[in-house]
């Protein structure tokens, strides 16, 4: 005991640069803020430790990403509509009614490959991800 309380003296100078002062107390015992059980502890460190918690918020992220990506090879589709109704009575040809709607779909592909590559890229940190999360 007193050798530990030695060594607990030279690691507490070296890291301040000076001894304690004062009276030294017995630390207190910690058993009883233990789980009775490792699968308690467990459950508890995957519900509220910070690194899990980052590693499950870091796969969702990247499921995103990949949702993202392919939604890029799917095409956009614009509409616009306008319609003007005049009435011209003291013009010849009296109301005028005009309506119009147009509808465009842009479909952006690339012929190298590079949307899909780009998803496979995602589709692999997201493996990187779930590993990461499966180690956490």
């Known amino acids: 005991m007193e050798g530990q309380v030695k060594l607990a003296l030279a ?7 000076s001894m304690p002062t004062g009276e030294l107390n017995v630390a207190m015992d910690a058993s009883d803020m233990l789980y009775p059980t490792a699968d308690e502890a467990v459950s508890q460190a995957v519900e509220q430790h910070p690194l899990i918690l980052s590693a499950a918020k870091t796969l969702e992220a990247e499921d995103e990403e990949v949702s993202a990506e392919w939604g890029t090879l799917m095409p956009t589709l614009d509409a616009e509509a306008s319609a003007l109704k ?5 013009e010849i ?11 465009r779909m842009n ?10 590559a780009r998803i496979k890229e995602q589709k692999a940190e997201r493996s990187e991800a779930l590993a990461r999360n499966a180690q956490a």
């Open 11 to 17: 690691d507490y100078a070296e890291v301040t640069g």
């Open 86 to 90: 005049r009435d011209k009575k003291e």
């Open 93 to 103: 040809g009296g109301e005028v009614v005009d309506q119009r709607a147009i509808m």
């Open 107 to 116: 479909w952006s592909f690339s012929t190298g490959g590079g949307q899909l």
